[in-house]
């Protein structure tokens, strides 16, 4: 069975990376991705940019505003930025998560609130390799994943060097020969993101383990659709 994992939740579906756009994802998708910055004070908030600016309407760096601030703001349709802690209580464990750590520094305090949510059904993932070991070495047995979205070597050896089970391709980077290395380390490879029948197809069709989308309810139907 491909994974199907709504990416900031739903962002097709619902304001990207809130409470409404995870239960969105959950509704249709086994798993949901979010995307995690610290406050000022240190507590990992869900949101992906590094400012407020697109989401919210307002200006500011993430990590230079208080949480009391950060909560005020409006991240789409009256949602608000959630905590991660939220995210977690939302999912539950009804359905997977993945917690992408957009800066190194969150780390400690993901794995924090991972170590009481239970790594069950958790997936850890980052664009920061270094980020992977200092994730297991707080939570031993987290499964870690390498996001990459520049073709910048090896693709399936930079994953296995930052002792990661899962690669996460960009979906140009995704090829044949990148399903067949990752499989003969072991390795799962999950594209991202795929938002077109044509995409998903594509990817399902090279024998990926899950892929990414921002609407995992039509991906459901095109995923579904392929087996008949």
Sequence with gaps: MVQIIGHRGARALAPENTLRAVARGLACAGWVEVDVRLSREGVPVVIHDATVDRT?????????????????????????????????????????????????????????????????????V????????????????????????????????????????TVLPRQDLLTEGLVQAARVKGIRVIPWTLNTREEVRRAVALGVDGFATDDPCAAREWVGSRRH
Excluded: C, N, W
């Design 56 to 124: 919210t309407g307002e200006e500011g760096p993430v990590r230079e505003m208080p949480l009391v601030d950060l909560r005020r703001l409006d991240a789409g349709q009256g949602e608000r930025i959630p905590l991660l802690q939220e995210v977690m209580e939302r999912v539950g464990h009804r359905g997977g998560l993945v917690v992408e750590a957009k800066e190194e520094e969150a780390v400690p305090a993901i794995a924090a609130l991972l170590g009481a949510y239970g790594t069950k059904d958790v997936l850890f």
């Design 126 to 165: 980052s664009f920061h390799a270094a980020a992977l070991p200092a994730a297991r070495a707080l939570l031993p047995g987290l499964a870690t994943g390498l996001i990459v979205s520049r073709p910048e070597g090896d693709l399936v050896e930079m994953a296995s060097r930052a002792g990661a089970g």
